[in-house]
């Protein structure tokens, strides 16, 4: 599957990442993890620090998969909002829901932090804003329920917008405790820990099919077979070699990234940027002074052959961009097209399957995906080592969309 095509950004501020060594192939691992981004890399991280041993196999390159094209945005909050969530799966779950991601945040900084390197995590706020005038009472709502909750939020009138963005819209809700990162520099830095922890990475193995052999599982890829006491799908967008998705919408999106910007002094802390309309457009700087802008979310899950196509999406986003900042000389720089994975529920795929003993699975569908792997790797962690785990049942795959 073609999960991402044009010029991406987050290569060109990192090498490519490398295993240093060759290995030698365990006769059996405690678990073997099949992908290796973001979902993978976190899970490897939570299960090696508890001193497992790992495998993780990839059938790229290390790291190039969606984890090259991640815009980077991490937030709490959700593509669906807290006063919907409740609508749809209760007060008690979707509140809880929501404190995950929000908790989630301080997990990825300090994980960040512990790096052997610097990969740009830096608190922001973000703002969302009322694409139309019949979307404020939406964003009060959704203000509202937040504040219930304990959760830190503002409301900003179109004054206030007006005072502290070089926009204004009709209303806009504005959250802190959020964040942007290098998407890519943070896995090459969780896979260069995970080298000295001793997990051992395998890059251009593909799983094709997984046999139940006594105590264990064969794993069987396009070259050796492998054998672990268990398996973990972190395949992102692609298929599961084991396993079928219930009530999940393959999709692909478009962004651009700018020209260096010299100044962003009217832009209320380099906030996150998203809106109410769906599609979204969004919206978020870089360290070197960039946009990154993206939206017209389009139901087809490959991404475009065409350079012709991503570059005219591309012009529509700068437009966009153009018009909420109108002083700025932004420019096009890089232009990509990448694959994302909804679900239904709008909650990710987490846990055991429901059939399959010992096949976990991590699947961070939905607008916070790297949240949603920060979490997963969490809750899988108590699962593998047979611990009860009082949220796995919030993102379980026995639901109505699930794995099959």
């Known amino acids: 599957m073609k999960i991402h095509n044009g010029s991406l950004y987050w290569p060109t501020t990192t090498k490519q990442f490398t295993p240093k060594t060759t290995y030698e192939k365990l006769d059996i691992y405690d678990v073997v993890i099949v992908g ?9 991280l939570a299960l090696a620090e508890s001193g497992l041993k790992i495998a993780i196999l990839d059938k790229r390159e290390i790291a190039t998969g969606s984890s090259s094209a991640n815009t ?19 007060e008690k779950d979707a509140v809880r829901f929501y404190q995950l991601c929000y908790e989630s945040m301080d997990y990825l900084e300090n994980i960040a932090r512990g790096l052997p390197f610097e990969v740009d995590f830096i608190r922001r706020p973000s703002i969302c804003f009322a694409s139309d005038e019949n979307d404020v009472e ?26 502290k963005m070089p926009f204004s819209k009709h209303g806009a809700l504005v959250t802190f405790g959020d964040a942007e990162i290098n998407p890519l520099k943070f896995v090459h830095g969780i896979l260069t820990k995970l080298e000295a922890l001793g997990v051992h990475l395998f890059p251009y193995t593909e799983v094709l099919d997984v046999f139940e052999n006594n105590d264990s ?23 599961t070699p084991v396993g079928k998705r219930i009530g999940a919408d393959i999709n692909r999106s478009y962004a651009f990234v700018s020209n260096p910007i010299p100044s962003f002094s009217d832009w209320y802390e380099q906030a996150l940027i998203w809106e109410t309309k769906r599609p979204y457009l969004y919206i978020r700087s870089t360290v070197d002074g960039r946009l990154i802008v993206g939206g017209l979310d389009e139901d087809k899950p490959e991404a475009p052959e065409s350079d012709e196509i991503i570059q005219q999406r591309a012009e529509n986003l700068l437009q966009q961009a153009k018009e909420l900042f109108p002083a ?40 916070n995906g790297t949240v949603y792997s920060m979490l997963g790797s969490q809750i899988l962690k108590d699962l593998i080592f047979g611990n009860r785990n009082e949220d796995a049942e919030l993102v379980g795959l026995e639901r109505k969309y699930g794995i099959a």
């Open 72 to 90: 980077g945005l991490l937030q709490y909050s959700n593509d669906i909002m807290l006063h919907e969530l409740i609508g749809q799966i209760g």
């Open 138 to 163: 939406k964003i009060k709502a959704e203000y509202d329920t937040l504040k219930k909750y304990g959760f830190p939020c503002d409301y900003w009138g179109r004054n206030e917008m007006a005072e």
């Open 328 to 367: 700025y000389d932004i420019q096009i720089d890089y232009a990509y097209a990448a694959s994302f994975g909804e679900s239904i529920d709008n909650i990710p795929f987490i846990g055991e399957h429901p059939t399959k003993k010992n096949h976990f699975y991590l699947l961070g569908y939905g607008g």
């Open 36 to 44: 290796s981004g973001m979902s993978g890399s976190l899970t490897a």
């Open 217 to 239: 599982l064969e794993i069987r890829t396009s070259g050796q077979s492998f054998y672990a006491k268990q398996i973990t799908y972190t395949t992102g967008y692609e298929t």
